[in-house]
């Protein structure tokens, strides 16, 4: 036969409450440290997706200048470049250039006493297709 040997713990209830505090102290604890971590993730999940975003307008860019180089090996581009920038022109054609905005401005008549007319109304007009006086 087997005898209950029961071990007799002087512990009593205070310890009991000291485990309790002690449990509770180092959840607060662990909590609080998977919190801070967890808003850290956060925060770095946001700066790698700006920076994602930047990569994709820098990369966009990139595409724009790679289409417009292209677009400036073309022999259409580099001709109007030099009609436009260096007044050149083909055979048997004329080139016209005309003066800024402000010296056309200039030459362009002034009228001073410009008034707003508006035109008669039809009864007038029919006054005076028959010659009726008012």
Known sequence: MRKNIS???NYGPLSRNIYGILLV???IIFS???ARNVSKIRSFNKKIQEKEDKVRAVERENEEIKRRLEEAKTDEYIEKQLRDKLGLAKEGEIIVVLPDENTLRSFAPKFDDEKEILPDPVWKKWFKLFDIGL
Do not use: A, Q, T, Y
């Open 25 to 27: 102290f180092f959840m």
């Open 7 to 9: 071990k007799n713990n």
């Open 32 to 34: 609080s440290s998977l």
